[in-house]
Every structure is written in C-alpha cells, then in structure tokens.
C-alpha cells in the first residue's frame, strides 16, 4: 500500500520557521516526482511546490517563491518543506502528494496533511 | 496561469438520484483534466484523470467528460459516501497546477 505521512507542523509566530516532512513507503520514491499542497481553513487547494524524481526540477507558486525550499531525500524516503519568513496566509494544511512517472500530474495518492499555523 | 472555475458551488442532491457537476478552463487544456474527492475531515483523493479515466478503485457510477474548456464529473446514482467536496485540476500547463474552487454536494 503507498502511503504518505506529513509531519512537523504547529504553532508559529509571524516570520517564523517551520520544516515539514512527508514520510514515503510502498512505492519506489526515487522514481516520482513528488509535490506539496495546501489548503487554508475552510478553502480550496492551492499547489505550493513540485520536485522531480532526481531533484532535477523544482517549480513554487508565485506565493512562496523565495520563502519556501522543497527537497527530499531518496536514500531515506522523504520529502521536506522549509518554510521562511512565513506569514498568516500560509495557515493551511499541507498535504505531500506523489506525482505520475511521467513527471506530472495527477496528484495519487495524498498523505493525511499536517498543521501549520502561523499566529502571534 | 489557467484560471479553473466550478459550477454550482453548492449542489443539492437526493440520495439514488444524477449529480452533474461542471469545471470550465479559461483556455484550452486539451483533456489534461483531473477531478478529486473531498470527504469532510479526509485529504482529497483522486477520481477522474484524463477527462474520462477512473481511477484505480473508483466505482463506475463516476464518469467524467469532455475536452477543450468545458469538462463534466457526473455519479449517476448517489450513494451517502459521495456527499463530498468535489475540485478539478489541469496539468496541462503547468507551473502551476491550478485546481478550480471546489463544488459542495449535499444531501437534499
């Protein structure tokens, strides 16, 4: 069974930090591409960030760019998030979700996402 | 950026009855078009790629349709485990993926 598990979001103030994982098993990590998603409480999906298989390509929403870092580790099965100066609209659940062999999307299957909350 | 926009925002349907739900593209995205289920509290889960494609597991009362601009999800026969949030996604030009804002179906 392919399974996806975010974890290491919470509580942080204006202009914090914060560093998400996503945990990949059930599949041949090394092989897809990998993205984040997020959904702010109560809204829609918003695509954050896109990594290739080898780390080759990486793409961010113009909402991010600049603050938010995506990379994994294929030795390890994970993928990350870094996220900088993060402000109160980047409140929202953050789900990792793997990519086609191909390279695109669709997005299958989706982890359960993690918590991030940006307040002081 | 390929603006996606769903209609209705909010359906209400009865139970055993067709649900029709519409994804419009503010250009072309040839059927590079994927739907996704929204149940409450749960992470989207994936229905409908290629326009038409049913997902590995997905049950037959789902079809999706068309090409171009206009796309369609239809379930056939409601069951209690479909009133979901429903989102489509193009990825046929993309960075970025863009997904529309999502249709409520409820229970009428």
């Known amino acids: 069974e392919v399974l996806l598990v975010e974890s290491g979001g919470g509580l942080v103030k204006p202009g914090g930090s914060l560093r998400l994982s996503c945990a990949a098993s059930?599949?041949?990590?090394?092989?897809?591409?990998m993205n984040w998603v997020r959904q702010a409480p109560g809204k829609g999906l918003e695509w954050v960030s896109y990594i290739s298989s080898a780390s080759s390509y990486i793409y961010y929403a113009d909402s991010v760019k600049g603050r938010f870092t995506i990379s994994r580790d294929n030795a390890k099965n994970s993928l990350y998030l870094q996220m900088e100066s993060l402000r109160a609209d980047d409140t929202a659940v953050y789900y990792c979700a793997k990519g086609t062999a191909a390279g695109s999307p669709p997005f299958d299957p989706w982890g359960q996402g993690t918590l991030v909350t940006v307040s002081s | 950026e390929i603006l996606m926009t769903q209609s209705p925002a909010t359906l209400s349907v009865s139970p055993g009855e067709r649900a029709t739900l519409s994804c419009r593209a503010s250009q072309s995205v040839n059927t590079n078009l994927a739907w996704y289920q929204q149940r409450p509290g749960q992470a989207p889960s994936l229905l409908i790629y290629?326009?038409?494609t049913r997902a590995t597991g997905v049950p037959a009362r789902f079809s999706g349709s068309g090409s171009g601009t206009e796309f369609t999800l239809i379930i056939s026969s409601l069951q209690s485990e479909d009133f979901a949030v429903y989102y489509c996604?193009?990825?046929?030009?993309?960075?970025?993926?863009?997904f529309g804002q999502g249709t409520r179906l409820e229970i009428k």
């Open positions: 290629g326009a038409s």
């Open positions: 059930g599949f041949t990590f090394s092989s897809y591409p």
């Open positions: 996604q193009q990825y046929n030009k993309w960075p970025p993926v863009t």
